[in-house]
């Protein structure tokens, strides 16, 4: 007899183990499928995020930011170091001990919480009475389980770049990038997103001549585009990265010593040859193997699993979140859609205002906002105001040494109420937590400016900035 589950999550990453614990909170029998495994070859819980994306790519951007500080940072504190190296090897050991403390503590949630763990590729077989049947596949093993809600979580995979093989010898995606085991003299990198210039950042610091070749004609056209000029400047002068916006890839070649990229710029002909080329050109949604279309489930001409706006598919009790669904491919996006849909199948209302959905791009400095870019505001015909403040005259920051940046802080030009913030500085990921509270209770630019912040701190730019909406800075 099959087992039987109220709730059965196709895939155990960031949106997916999340819906799973969630779902045994409230009391019902849960399952979570999950087919992810580590180079050892042992099952390893955390999707993309934790094994080869958001986690392991922090661990080495810190790594390469100790490493830049030692050399270039540390004198000016009136510490000297002679002689400093880095071991590759350590550096990624470290880097795959996080990612095995991480997944352990995803399978000793899941003991906790009684969720069943089970290891394989899940797929739909059909459907009878009120049950869902679901094909758990582990090697030479298959065996099926019934469920009577079922959510897919089973996120997204590289993009792959036409006329060229990712081999991640020399040719590499997310997970190689992250795996190098020694510092190429050229790296070459086709997206300027946010994987091709966390990456790029990592091996540039460490050594690497890194190019970075963008289709786009603007740099990062997502993020407000004063603090994205602002990004790029420093990203070329202090980073040292080389980056191209506008480029049109004709070729690309693969050889046993390097590969070469044949592209166009403005109308010229150019040649890169490169040791290693990361592809970080998006994520598609990873739909394949389900086997949608044996139940009808609803896939769109991208390849996106259709919901509304509830994250409810077209069949009854079936759901889907995170990277394989409309909206933007971010893990807290993902668990927090996870943690909705749990509570919706246990008759809670709980909402999700996508507005107010948080991005990070963890370079150095750092690039965070949330809400509004001005250009959103001026193609909409919205009548703002806006105050900015830069970290340059901050304690804080001057005593941590990273006082490049600023804070953007846009508010309707009538009721004051913020519509949009924008950071560019250290720890951006960390305060544009108090945008996010700020735009979730519809909080006026008035209002954090009369919030007393601790000083020193770099929360301070914030309240600067806030200031600055209203002409009143006191230290701008």
Known sequence: MSQSFDVVVIGGGPGGYVAAIRAAQLGFTTACIDAFKNPEG????????????????KALLQSSENFHAMQHEFANHGISVEGAKIDIAAMLARKNGIITKNAGGIAFLFKKNKVANLHGLGKFVGRQGEKWQIEVTEGETTQVIEA??????????????????????RV?????????????????????????LEMGSVWKRLGADVTVLEAAETFLPMVDQQIAKEAL???TKETGLVIHNGVKIESTEASAEAVTVKYTLAGEARELVVDKLIISIG?????????????????????FVVVD?????????????????????????????????????????????????????????????????????????????????????????????QAAGTVKVLAC???????????????????????VTA?????????????????????????????????????G
């Open 283 to 303: 994520r598609v949604p990873n739909t394949q193997g389900l086997n949608a279309e044996a139940v009808n489930l609803q896939i769109d001409e991208r390849g």
């Open 413 to 435: 030009a009538k009721t004051d109420r913020i519509l949009g913030v924008h950071i560019i500085g250290p720890m951006a990921s960390e305060l544009i937590a108090e945008a």
């Open 148 to 169: 009577t809600h079922v959510i897919v979580a089973t996120g997204s995979t590289p993009r792959p770049l036409p006329g060229i093989t990712i081999d991640n010898v």
């Open 233 to 235: 400047k420093t990203l």
């Open 42 to 57: 042992n099952p390893s819980l955390g999707g993309t995020c934790l094994n080869v994306g958001c986690i392991p790519s």
């Open 172 to 196: 590499l995606d997310n997970a190689g990038a992250l795996s190098m085991t020694e510092v190429p003299a050229r790296l070459g990198v086709i997206g300027a997103g946010v994987i091709g």
């Open 309 to 401: 706006d509830h994250c409810h598919t077209n069949l009854p009790n079936v759901w889907a979140i995170g990277d394989v669904v409309r909206g933007p491919m971010l893990a807290h996006k993902a668990s927090d859609e996870g943690v909705a849909v749990a509570e919706r199948i246990a008759g809670q209302k709980p909402h999700i205002d996508f507005n107010n959905i948080p991005f990070v791009i963890y370079t150095h400095p750092e690039l965070a906002w949330v809400g509004k870019t001005e250009e959103q505001l001026k193609a909409a015909g919205v009548d703002y105001k806006k105050g900015t403040s830069g970290f340059a005259a901050n304690g804080r920051a001057l005593g941590l040494g």
């Open 439 to 475: 735009l979730e209770f519809s909080a006026s630019s008035e209002d954090i400016a009369r919030i007393v912040h601790a000083h020193p701190s770099l929360s301070e730019v914030m309240h600067e900035a806030c200031l600055a909406v209203d002409k009143r800075p006191l230290h």
